[in-house]
């Protein structure tokens, strides 16, 4: 398995582990750009949203779902964030891992 996230969900790879649960794996950022930085990804692999179908409808709906949850863990919620998926290279996607992230200052 040569996917980075795809090692770092399934433990091959170390990280900095914020959050588990069945469908989804969240870590800090390694190069934070803001003060909470983590990415929320799900195990599995999906490359981008131009990768996503009709399949992975539910599945995405959990990821903000686990978004909202992991705000509220780290103190963010009630002061705001902002989420961020990047896709493609023009769009910034460095990582071919579907994944949000989350940051606050
Ligand atoms: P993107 O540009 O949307 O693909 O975002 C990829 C993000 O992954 C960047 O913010 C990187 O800092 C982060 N990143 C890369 N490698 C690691 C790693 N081993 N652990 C944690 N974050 C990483
Ligand atoms: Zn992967």
Not at 10 to 33: A, G, T
Not at 65 to 93: C, F, H, P, W
Not at 97 to 103: A, D, F, N, P
């Amino acid at each position: 398995m040569s996917c980075l996230f795809c090692q770092i969900a399934n433990k091959e790879k170390e990280s900095d582990e914020v959050f588990e649960d069945d469908q989804f794996f969240v870590f800090k950022d390694i190069n934070p750009k803001t003060r909470i930085h983590v990415l929320i990804i799900p195990k599995r692999h999906i490359e981008s949203v131009n990768h996503m179908d009709e399949e992975d409808v539910e599945l995405v709906g959990t990821l903000f779902l686990t978004a909202k949850r992991m705000a509220e863990q780290l103190g963010v919620a009630d002061s705001g964030y902002r989420l961020e998926i990047n896709v493609g290279r023009g769009g910034g996607q460095i990582i071919d891992h579907l994944h949000v992230h989350l940051m606050a200052d």
